[in-house]
């Protein structure tokens, strides 16, 4: 159940039978919950700048970052 | 809405500072290089000197690297009209009381890689232990992330441009650059910077 104001997207029929049948075996309580999941997880990638050691660590390797 | 703040912002934090970024090998020293040409004054401290890695020098200001740690930040103001390189990670971390213009260096990322595998190992310093393939993806995360900054801060402009375009086609990169940096630059200078000799980690596909 998805709470607070909602939106539609379009998606690829196939695809969303496919997140469908991963979503019931996964235990999600509806298909919209386990796409909200997915998608949240998959933003932290790009909104979280911080929590990126393998650049750091390249970077520090190269003489950018100290 | 974004617009008018950009355009407010501007007004109220003096010139901008241009600022030259993207992966580390993206080609970011070259783009400084026509830049210093075209009459852009750059701010560096010329600590990094050149090297086989960077033949035409790297124009660093070394503070910068600090910039993920660092609190007081108020030097960055000194490059108001001038270029600063700094990488795009860094990006998020230069502070808000500045208006920006970045030029984002965009490079294959296979080329980019195998460039920075042999600079770490002619370096002898430690490497990420991440696979290949996981460094590539935190590199395109690390890409949209600053794209995504760039479009979401008032007081940041981005412009892209590619490296190899840039070899193959010096003049139109040297004219888009310009044009993004207020059209006072001689492009000719510009232009002529461009050694196309030093494009040595090409992909293959």
């Known amino acids: 159940m998805l709470g607070g104001k909602t939106a539609k997207v379009k998606i690829d029929r196939d695809l969303f039978d496919r997140l469908r049948k991963v979503a019931d075996v996964a235990g999600y309580a509806t298909t919209e919950e386990f796409v909200a999941h997915v998608l949240e997880k998959e933003m932290l990638h790009f909104e979280d700048a911080g929590s990126d050691d393998d650049i750091r660590d390249k970077l520090k390797g190269l003489g950018y970052i100290s | ?205």
């Open chain 2, 1 to 205: 809405m974004l617009g008018f703040l950009k355009r407010t912002f501007r007004k109220q934090q003096g010139e901008p500072i241009v600022v030259v970024s993207g992966l580390p090998r993206s080609g970011t020293s070259m783009l400084m290089k026509m830049l210093d040409a075209g009459g852009m004054e750059i701010m560096t401290d010329s600590e990094r000197t050149a090297d086989i890695d960077n033949p035409k020098g790297y124009f660093e200001y070394e503070r910068v690297k600090d910039l993920e740690k660092e609190s007081d930040k108020s030097y960055v103001r000194e490059g108001r009209g001038k270029v600063l390189k700094v990488i795009s990670f860094l990006i998020k971390d230069l502070p808000d009381d500045n208006d920006y213009r970045v030029i984002f260096m965009r490079r294959n990322l296979d080329e980019v890689l195998a460039s920075q595998n042999k600079m770490i190992q002619r370096l002898g310093t430690e490497d990420s232990t991440a696979a290949e393939e996981a460094m590539k993806e935190a590199y395109r995360n690390d890409i949209v992330r600053t794209r995504l900054l760039c479009k979401n801060r008032p007081n940041f402009e981005l412009v892209e441009i590619n490296y190899k375009n840039t070899v193959e086609d010096p003049v139109a990169t040297a004219h888009s650059v310009n044009a993004f940096v207020g059209g006072h630059l001689d492009e000719t200078a510009m232009r002529e910077a461009v050694d196309s000799s030093l494009y040595r980690n090409r992909s293959k596909s």
